[in-house]
Structures are given as structure tokens and as C-alpha cells.
């Protein structure tokens, strides 16, 4: 089992920048890959970046240039930095964590709001 907590979302003005943070409640070492999701209201939930255990990263086209996924395994925590934040960039971000085995496990979310 793998507890994930999200923190640092909130109210931000476009073109703001916010710093998310995932922690794991054990190691994260033995993770095939933690990502970051989205879900806004009404729609379906998308993957936004993704970080595997070897530091490859992966982000939607979407994000792409703006927000970066970063990992320091001594805190057990994946970062999601947002620049440029638009509008359309809120929604509730969720952290996910893969194992070896296949197994998932979710955060409880933490919302961004894009709004001036």
C-alpha cells in the first residue's frame, strides 16, 4: 500500500505559477512511475506529466512548456511546477503511482483555480 498526499493548489491569476507536491508515504524508489492527472468539472480525467523511476518525463501536449515534473526521492516527493497558468488549467490534480506489479494508487486531489 501507498498513501500519496497532494498539497499546494489553490486560487492563482493567469499567467501565475504554482508549485504542486505529491508525497508518498514510503519510497518511491520502488515505483515504476508517478504522474500527475486532472479532472475539471465535466470532464474526464487526463494525464498531464508523468516521471518514471529511471527520471524520463512525459507531459501532455497541452502543458507542455509550461509545466515541469520532478521527483527527490529523499522527501518522497514528485513535484508538478505550473507556469503560465491559463484558465483552462483548472481543475483538481491528482497524484498516481504505478508499481512493478501494476497496482495504482491515488491521492485525494488538490484544486487549481485559474481566475482572475
Known amino acids: 500500500q501507498v498513501q500519496l498526499v497532494e498539497s499546494g493548489g489553490g486560487l492563482v491569476q493567469p499567467g501565475g505559477s504554482l508549485r504542486l507536491s505529491c508525497t508518498a508515504s514510503?519510497?518511491?524508489?520502488?515505483?515504476?512511475?508517478i504522474r500527475w492527472y486532472r479532472q475539471a468539472a465535466g470532464k474526464q480525467r487526463e494525464l498531464v506529466a508523468a516521471i518514471t523511476s529511471g527520471g524520463r518525463t512525459t507531459y501532455a501536449d497541452s502543458v507542455k512548456g509550461r509545466f515541469t515534473i520532478s521527483r527527490d526521492n529523499a522527501k518522497n516527493t514528485v513535484y508538478l511546477q505550473t507556469h503560465s497558468l491559463k484558465p483552462e488549467d483548472t481543475a483538481v490534480y491528482y497524484c498516481?503511482?504505478?508499481?512493478?506489479?501494476?497496482?495504482?494508487?491515488w491521492g485525494q486531489g488538490t484544486q487549481v483555480t485559474v481566475s482572475s
Open positions: 498516481n503511482a504505478e508499481t512493478p506489479l501494476g497496482q495504482n494508487f
Open positions: 514510503r519510497s518511491m524508489l520502488f515505483l515504476n512511475a
